[in-house]
């Protein structure tokens, strides 16, 4: 059972376009979600996050959007760089024993940023 | 920031043999660590949630007699793959959650090769 789910595995985009990188999930009880960004044989990299309280973070570059009522969140890279290209995990957590949250993966969409 | 060493970066072992992967967060305590294992293309699984001094939680479908799990300290976690078969292969990756921030650590992985 995927409860956390990226539709598209692959994404290309020109250089300076925006990159919009979806995710999907199906646990209500999710209150945190994060995105990451992974090169092959390496760990990901934190990127941004946002709270179930929220519905828009920005950083830079980067900006989720959340809505809870589609269950629906994505990431919006603009102006997207050629060294933005990598996979992109979304992650959402889970309360787990009153105090630590694991964090569930979804599939990962591979983003081409085309010079 | 916080910074999670994860280390071997890559091993081959022999078909029956037992291999220690370790997990440390270099300048915080962690006193929960999670490790995941990510098949080629796809995305990183939870195998378990390591706390320390307590037992491991494992996720369903993983073995707990053959992932061994061991949380000694507040900056060190372990996981031993007993008995290596080649079905075992794949991309193990540990991760610790940074209080301060409320951030996942991810180490940079282990790729795992049995032949």
């Known amino acids: 059972d995927q409860q956390v789910k990226q539709n598209s595995p692959s994404l290309s985009v020109q250089e300076g376009r925006i990159s919009i990188l979806n995710c999907d999930y199906t646990n209500s009880m999710f209150d945190y979600f994060l995105w990451y960004k992974k090169y092959p044989a390496e760990g990901p990299t934190f990127l941004i996050s946002i709270s179930s309280i929220k519905d828009k973070n920005e950083d830079g570059r980067f900006t989720v959007f959340l809505n809870k009522s589609a269950k629906h969140l994505s990431l919006h890279i603009v102006p997207s760089q050629p060294g933005d290209s990598a996979v992109y995990f979304c992650a959402a957590s889970v309360l787990y024993g009153g105090a630590t949250n694991k964090l569930i993966f979804g599939t990962g969409t591979l983003l081409a940023v085309q010079p | 920031g916080a910074v999670v060493s994860q280390h071997p970066s890559w091993v081959i072992c022999k078909s029956g043999t037992s291999v220690k992967i370790e997990c440390r967060s270099l300048d915080f305590q962690a006193t929960t660590m999670f490790w995941y294992r990510q098949f080629p293309k796809q995305s990183l699984m939870l195998m378990a949630t390591?706390?320390?001094?307590?037992?491991?939680?494992?996720e369903q479908g993983v073995e707990k007699d053959k992932f061994l799990i061991n949380h000694a300290s507040l900056t060190l976690s372990t996981l031993t793959v007993t008995s290596a078969h080649p079905e075992d292969s794949s991309f193990y990756i540990c991760?610790?959650?940074?209080?301060?921030?409320?951030?996942?650590?991810f180490g940079s992985g282990t790729r795992l090769t049995v032949v």
């Open positions: 991760s610790a959650i940074h209080r301060g921030d409320y951030g996942y650590t």
């Open positions: 390591s706390n320390e001094g307590s037992k491991a939680t494992y």
